[in-house]
């Protein structure tokens, strides 16, 4: 049934996309985010669907697509120069059949984050990449909220629709997105064009906001706690009423907190003591032992070196009563653990160079959207969507920076399009203002007056 639902929505794309050949980026959007082939049994399974959907993608481009308009930003350079370094890790890398295989993937999304942006020459094309991006991630949220309301859950237990632990999937990794899109979909709900400005574009929005804070509770991620708080910090910064906005957020909260599932409430009371808890505890240990490897090898192991890894940590448990209590530290040893922060990820597969290149394109991310914001946060009329939505795609990274701390996303594909929608909007905005200072220079001739007619 989803191989043929599926198939169906693709030859609706692909005819659709002989007019419009950006339908073939949106189709490939869904795909990248969705995985749909990961639903399936039969079909889908064996079609290397994703390569398709990328090959027609930029192939439309190039060949129908207007390309007039189109410009490079340093940013994209720099992207690409972070592919070329992970290539070259890739080939020296210290587990080199296992670095091929996160290879695959990982060029795939770092390349079309760095194309996205030449095809994003319009407002539309814009407002269409993010609400795709939105809607597809809504297909995964939708379900995991439906299924926390109905009292499922719990770590790693959340059933997001397949059984595979990764990708968006993955329990940490979707509450970050979902709360990190929390900004935009605020900004569809008032700035958007696709769909009708009514009671039933709002209401959806709310609801889907109100998914993703549920996210964070039905996976009991603590990392989805934290982008909880700072995404009301962050929303804070844009509020007219700021004091009418903090009673809200604290009577909200006030209110939810009784009806928290205890599977939550003991998982996030481990976040102020994290030698207590297993998960934690090795996520210091690993990032240790990640230190200590850059400082020998400052150029990066490739992909996977984590599997080489083998660290001890002590796992602290209180025995007793709160007025008795009696700490009994447990020597533990382990190995191959993975990284648990894009940040070490990125030190320990490549090296200082790669770190500091996919750093310097989050900062320089950010950095534009505030130039943006700042430039234009008093426009009115055509240009009033801009300052809001800059402020979105500057909270979303913020709010995946934070997520990045404790898991290992440093190449998350959605996240790397909202990269690229960060350059779009920069490079369409440069473009704008190009066409309105420009003025043509003209030959003024001068004038002549009449002369007499000769007798």
Same mark, same amino acid.
């Given at each position: 049934m989803?191989?043929?639902?599926?198939?169906?929505?693709?030859?609706?794309?692909?005819?659709?996309?002989?007019?419009r050949?950006?339908?073939?980026?949106?189709a490939?959007v869904?795909?990248d985010?969705?995985?749909?082939? =990961?639903?399936?049994?039969?079909?889908?399974?064996?079609v290397?669907?994703?390569?398709?959907?990328?090959?027609l993608?930029?192939?439309?481009?190039?060949l129908?697509?207007?390309?007039s308009?189109?410009?490079?930003?340093?940013?994209?350079?720099?992207?690409?120069?972070?592919?070329?370094?992970?290539?070259?890790?890739?080939?020296?890398?210290?587990?080199?059949?296992?670095?091929?295989?996160?290879?695959?993937?990982?060029?795939?999304?770092?390349a079309?984050?760095?194309?996205?942006?030449?095809?994003?020459?319009?407002r539309l094309?814009?407002?269409?990449?993010?609400?795709?991006?939105?809607l597809s991630?809504?297909? $995964?949220?939708?379900v995991?909220?439906?299924?926390?309301?109905?009292?499922? *859950?719990?770590? *790693?237990?959340?059933?997001?629709?397949?059984?595979?632990?990764?990708?968006?999937?993955?329990?940490?990794?979707?509450?970050t997105?979902?709360?990190?899109?929390i900004p935009?979909?605020?900004?569809?709900?008032?700035?958007?064009t696709?769909?009708p400005n009514?009671?039933?574009?709002?209401?959806?929005?709310?609801?889907?906001?109100?998914?993703?804070l549920? $996210?964070?509770?039905?996976?009991?991620?603590?990392?989805?706690?934290?982008?909880?708080?700072?995404?009301?910090?962050?929303l804070?910064?844009d509020?007219k009423?700021?004091?009418?906005y903090?009673?809200?957020?604290?009577?909200m909260?006030?209110?939810?907190?009784?009806f928290? /599932?205890?599977?939550?409430?003991? =998982?996030?009371?481990?976040?102020q003591?994290?030698?207590?808890?297993?998960?934690a505890?090795?996520r210091?240990a690993?990032?240790?032992?990640t230190?200590?490897y850059?400082?020998q090898?400052?150029?990066?192991?490739?992909?996977?070196?984590?599997?080489q890894?083998?660290?001890?940590?002590?796992?602290?448990k209180?025995?007793?009563?709160?007025?008795?209590?009696?700490?009994?530290?447990?020597?533990?040893?382990?190995r191959? +653990?993975?990284?648990?922060?894009?940040?070490?990820?990125?030190?320990?597969?490549?090296?200082?160079p790669?770190?500091?290149?996919?750093?310097?394109?989050?900062?320089? *991310?950010?950095?534009?959207?505030e130039?943006?914001?700042? +430039?234009?946060?008093?426009?009115?009329?055509?240009?009033?969507?801009?300052? /809001?939505?800059? *402020?979105?795609?500057?909270?979303?990274?913020?709010?995946?920076?934070?997520?990045?701390?404790?898991?290992?996303?440093?190449?998350?594909?959605f996240?790397?399009?909202?990269?690229?929608?960060?350059?779009?909007?920069?490079?369409?905005?440069?473009?704008?203002?190009?066409?309105a200072?420009?003025?043509?220079?003209?030959?003024?001739?001068?004038?002549?007056?009449?002369?007499?007619?000769?007798?």
């Amino acid at each position: 049934m989803h191989d043929l639902a599926f198939v169906g929505f693709l030859a609706a794309i692909m005819g659709l996309a002989l007019r419009r050949p950006f339908l073939f980026i949106l189709a490939y959007v869904y795909i990248d985010i969705v995985s749909p082939q =990961r639903l399936t049994y039969t079909l889908l399974n064996s079609v290397p669907i994703s390569l398709i959907a990328v090959a027609l993608a930029v192939g439309s481009w190039a060949l129908v697509d207007d390309k007039s308009d189109a410009r490079v930003a340093p940013r994209q350079l720099m992207i690409l120069l972070l592919l070329g370094w992970c290539a070259s890790t890739t080939f020296r890398a210290d587990f080199p059949a296992d670095a091929l295989d996160k290879w695959d993937w990982v060029w795939k999304a770092l390349a079309f984050a760095a194309f996205l942006p030449l095809t994003l020459r319009t407002r539309l094309r814009i407002e269409a990449l993010l609400t795709f991006m939105v809607l597809s991630a809504a297909s $995964i949220v939708i379900v995991g909220g439906i299924k926390t309301l109905a009292g499922g *859950g719990g770590y *790693g237990e959340l059933d997001l629709m397949v059984s595979n632990n990764s990708g968006l999937y993955e329990g940490s990794t979707i509450s970050t997105v979902a709360i990190a899109i929390i900004p935009t979909i605020l900004w569809l709900s008032k700035h958007g064009t696709i769909f009708p400005n009514d009671w039933k574009r709002k209401l959806f929005c709310y609801a889907l906001i109100f998914a993703c804070l549920l $996210i964070p509770i039905g996976t009991s991620t603590r990392t989805g706690l934290l982008c909880i708080g700072l995404c009301a910090l962050l929303l804070l910064r844009d509020s007219k009423r700021k004091f009418l906005y903090l009673a809200i957020i604290g009577a909200m909260a006030l209110t939810a907190i009784p009806f928290l /599932p205890k599977s939550f409430t003991d =998982r996030m009371s481990t976040i102020q003591s994290y030698q207590q808890d297993e998960s934690a505890a090795t996520r210091v240990a690993v990032w240790a032992w990640t230190w200590d490897y850059v400082k020998q090898h400052p150029m990066g192991g490739g992909f996977e070196m984590y599997r080489q890894n083998h660290i001890r940590y002590d796992i602290v448990k209180v025995d007793g009563t709160k007025d008795n209590a009696k700490l009994d530290s447990t020597l533990t040893t382990d190995r191959a +653990r993975a990284y648990h922060s894009a940040y070490f990820e990125m030190l320990g597969e490549q090296g200082w160079p790669g770190f500091l290149l996919w750093l310097g394109i989050g900062l320089a *991310g950010l950095f534009r959207m505030e130039v943006i914001r700042r +430039r234009y946060r008093k426009a009115e009329g055509d240009e009033a969507w801009i300052a /809001p939505l800059a *402020g979105a795609l500057q909270s979303a990274h913020i709010l995946y920076m934070l997520g990045a701390c404790f898991i290992a996303i440093a190449f998350q594909p959605f996240m790397l399009m909202m990269v690229g929608a960060q350059i779009g909007l920069d490079t369409y905005l440069k473009r704008k203002r190009a066409e309105a200072s420009f003025r043509p220079m003209k030959r003024v001739r001068p004038m002549t007056t009449p002369q007499p007619a000769l007798a």
